[in-house]
């Protein structure tokens, strides 16, 4: 059972443009992080948001966290090729006694020069 | 400093077999997580081990085990080896069980045939 539900799976989008990823759940999260994975690689974290409301600015990279906390989206504007990869939410559960990821199927982003 | 280590990279077994991987984490962290990767499944948690203690254990079946030395760094054990276990198995080291900051080896790819 899929807990963190992301769309689009796939977005092919041409340098320059504008895209927003989903990120939905109907658990509440104690944070919720966004990672980036390139092939033959494991998950880089990008940023984790906790508070609820939670706006978050990684140069292009707009991060935001639903007010109840079961929900994210990431905005990259101006997209680039660089971008390109595998877009990863990652909800996190449980305390200072041990925690777990769950992530969400991710969406492939590939940017067009 | 050195990031998460993870061998071997490619390993190929047979069914009925059994694999033994390994995860040095990030010096002074101690906090080691496993994740398996799918394509059909996606990234799923295996188990997390802190101060050689295993804390906190995902929906697998019992052939899947691991431990953690006192040096933090950690094994996982796979017996009696199916098709389906054939997956990149990703480690995740952090400093302590409450933290954030996740940093994720580039994982051993397993092939069982």
């Known amino acids: 059972t899929q807990l963190l539900e992301q769309s689009p799976q796939f977005l092919s989008i041409q340098e320059g443009e504008n895209l927003t990823v989903y990120c939905n759940s109907s658990?509440?999260?104690?944070?919720l992080q966004w990672y980036r994975q390139e092939p033959g690689e494991g998950p880089v974290l990008l940023v984790t948001?906790?508070?609820?409301?939670e706006v978050k600015k990684l140069k292009r990279l707009t991060f935001q966290f639903g007010d109840a906390r079961k929900d994210s989206s990431l905005h990259i504007t101006a997209a680039q090729p660089g971008d390109t990869g595998l877009y990863l939410c990652a909800g996190v559960r449980g305390g200072t006694s041990g925690s777990r990821l769950t992530f969400g199927e991710g969406t492939q982003l590939t940017v067009n020069p | 400093k050195a990031g998460v280590t993870q061998t071997p990279r490619y390993l190929i077994k047979t069914r009925g077999q059994q694999v033994t991987l390994s995860c040095s984490p990030i010096?002074?962290?101690?906090?080691v997580s496993w994740y398996q990767q799918t394509p059909g499944q996606g990234l799923q948690f295996l188990f997390e081990y802190f101060s050689e203690t295993q804390r906190n254990k995902g929906n697998f079946p019992g052939r899947f085990s691991g431990r953690q030395f006192s040096n933090s760094r950690s094994e996982m054990n796979v017996s009696t080896l199916e098709l389906g276990d054939s997956a990149l198995y990703l480690c995740a080291s952090r400093a302590f069980t409450g933290s954030y900051g996740y940093t994720f080896g580039s994982g051993t790819r397993l092939t069982v045939v």
């Open positions: 948001v906790v508070t609820g409301g």
């Open positions: 658990s509440v999260f104690s944070s």
């Open positions: 010096s002074g962290h101690r906090s």
